[in-house]
């Protein structure tokens, strides 16, 4: 497929597109990779994006949670388990979007500038 009917870095992570044909196809699972694209083949498993997301999810989110809850704590005073029934799900929604977001930018963004392991021979 020629670069201009790509989708797009943002497109393709926010929707989990996959980074050559544009099909919906880039996840199995909720944060889970498919080995391959259905529509056009490409492999996927041979992308390496790592846990780095998942350590700058824990900082950025955490931060919001702690942040957003000492404000509603101060304005509002409610009682603990308010706190519990607001930033219990809304800390794991956040976590598996952002997640799923964040993998699937990193492998688009792995797959656009063709990167590869170092000393690696493959292109």
């Not at 597109?17 to 199995?28: E, H, I, K, Q, V």
């Not at 909720?30 to 846990?51: E, M, P, Q, T, Y």
Request: net charge positive; glycine share 8%.
């Amino acid at each position: 497929m020629s670069d201009t009917h790509k989708p797009e870095l943002a497109r393709a992570a926010i929707f989990g597109l996959c980074p050559d044909c544009g099909s919906r196809t880039l996840f199995s699972g909720w944060v889970k990779f498919a080995d391959r694209c259905r529509v056009c083949g490409l492999d996927i498993s041979r992308f390496n994006v790592g846990d780095g997301p998942a350590a700058f999810l824990t900082l950025i989110i955490g931060a919001l949670v702690i942040g957003l809850a000492i404000w509603l704590d101060v304005a509002v005073r409610p009682p603990f388990w308010v706190h519990a029934l607001i930033w219990i799900p809304f800390t794991v929604v956040a976590v598996i979007w952002g997640l799923r977001v964040s993998k699937a930018a990193l492998l688009v963004a792995e797959h656009r500038n063709k990167a590869k392991e170092a000393g690696s021979k493959e292109l």
